[in-house]
């Protein structure tokens, strides 16, 4: 057992018995979305128990999940602020939320600078970024960072964003004056502290189970002179905060009958920890495939979902795989179409440019056999395609079937159709006729 808010809070709680006054606390985002409760009430369970865990500021990304406007109001019930130095309203071209925030401990000013998932408004639902838009952030980081320097007299600079670990090392290489930079969106355990550009650039896992724990020996004129670097394992070795557990629990007592109804058994580790294709997805899209007898079945390369262990599935442990619960959706494809489709998501998972990469892990699939080459250059990465065991025919018209646009992206495709039955009840489908599933690794997407 690993993770939880309540076991979080007991190390924050510890940490800053230690070093009264000397803490910053921050969150890369990603946190009001995954888990039923928390979808179910648009975050709102989450409130309080954020609160109590008195974080200083935060990013986001699946938290535009219920619409900017429902997040800058979210924001305001925050004790702590939302940064975001590239997020703009449609309609004044102004900033969305606080670009930094300026904190005194021990005397020393430190600026924290946030930036948001570039890719909200780009490959995400549209209803993320409902009435605003995101740019990359490099420029604006550039700006900030040399105004609360000179304006703010900051002697610290210290970056929240959520563009992910190759994006920022990057960034990092183009922006001069920060100190420490703290990554996220691509779920890396950086077990040592990176330094580039005289900056320390860490990224701390995912799911809630780490935090990554920097002390910074800072000057009194505030140069960092040295530094020490932790990744934290938030495992069942930490107690719970019993206050905040008690919290926690409360949240889920509606939905805990629901939640905790057992549907059959998976004799495979369920898990989104791998790049080209993984169980968790695999169950998924064998349900969806199975329910419509389709030849390909499609998702999107999600990396978020604690993993299940082999053992008993609840229905708590279908919503966490799949949040949204969106409908299952039908369409025909051509051959052609789905070269094309996997072209372009390759590149986006693998381009050369960092900034160019988009989106999670390469798009999930059933039915097909897929060998590429990382290196080539974009448009010319697959080697081979084969669908149901056979060479793709590029004017052959196959049945698809697919969770989200994210699946079948709008351009592929055609008789797009959402039916009347979505992913959970698929997926509860599937399991109870089967009593017990698995879900191997099937080499569907290989690099050669």
């Known amino acids: 057992e690993a993770g939880g808010l309540a076991r979080i809070s007991t190390v924050l709680k510890d940490v800053r018995s230690e070093n009264p006054r000397g803490v910053i606390a921050l969150d890369n985002g990603d946190t009001i979305h995954g888990t039923y409760p928390v979808v179910r009430s648009k975050g709102e ?6 609160n109590e865990l008195a974080f200083d500021a935060w990013t986001a990304h699946w938290d535009f999940a219920y619409d900017a ?43 924290v600078i946030g930036i948001a998932a570039v890719i909200v408004d780009k490959v995400m639902p549209e209803g ?17 960072v040399k105004y609360v320097r000179e304006e703010e007299k900051a002697e610290v600079v210290v970056v929240v964003s959520h563009l992910g670990y190759p994006q920022e090392l990057k960034m990092l290489n183009r922006v001069n004056g920060i ?57 069942d070795s930490i ?14 007592d509606p939905y805990r009958e629901m939640l905790n109804e057992s549907i059959g058994e998976t004799k495979t580790n369920l898990h989104r920890n791998l790049v080209m294709e993984c169980p968790m997805d695999n169950l998924l899209l064998q349900a969806i495939q199975s329910y419509t007898g389709a030849d390909l079945a499609f998702s999107n390369g999600w990396r978020y979902g604690a993993p299940i262990p082999k053992g008993e599935i609840t229905m708590e442990n279908l919503w966490n795989i799949i ?68 060479p793709y025919s ?20 055609s008789n797009k159709e959402d039916m009347d039955i979505h992913a959970i009840d698929v997926l509860r489908w599937y399991i109870e006729e089967n009593e017990q599933v698995e879900a191997p690794l099937r080499k569907t997407i290989v690099a050669i």
């Not at 369970?45 to 954020?50: C, D, S, T």
């Not at 409902?130 to 700006?143: A, F, I, K, N």
């Not at 989106?359 to 395609?385: S, T």
Request: glycine share 8%.
């Open 128 to 144: 993320f970024s409902s009435g605003v838009h995101l740019t990359l952030g490099e420029e604006e980081l550039r700006y900030w």
């Open 394 to 413: 590029p004017d052959k018209s196959y049945r698809a079937c697919y969770v989200t646009r994210q699946g079948v992206r709008p351009g592929f495709g």
């Open 239 to 252: 107690e719970k905060d019993e206050n905040v557990e008690e919290m926690v629990q409360s949240a889920k």
């Open 69 to 111: 406007p429902h997040l800058q109001e979210y924001d305001e019930d925050l004790n702590y602020p939302l940064l975001a130095v590239n997020c703009y309203n449609d309609k004044d071209d102004k900033l969305t939320f606080k670009p930094y925030r300026i904190l005194e401990p021990h005397g020393i000013r430190v600026a």
């Open 179 to 235: 100190n420490v930079f703290l990554s996220g969106h691509t779920h890396n355990r950086v077990q040592k502290a990176k330094m580039v550009n005289d900056a320390i650039i860490i990224q701390s896992g995912c799911h809630g189970s780490f935090l990554g724990r920097i002390d910074l020996n800072v000057t009194s004129d505030g140069k960092v002179k040295s530094f020490e670097h932790k990744l934290i394992h938030i495992d």
């Open 45 to 50: 369970v989450l409130k309080p128990i954020l």
């Open 323 to 390: 949040p949204v619960n969106p409908p299952v959706s039908i369409c025909d494809i051509t051959g052609q179409e789905v070269w094309d489709m996997m072209e372009m998501n390759l590149e986006r998972t693998f381009a050369p440019d960092p900034y160019d990469q988009m989106g999670g892990y390469v798009k999930r699939c059933m039915g097909l056999n897929l060998y590429f080459k990382i290196e080539n250059p974009e448009g010319k990465r697959i080697n081979r395609l084969f669908i149901n065991g056979k």
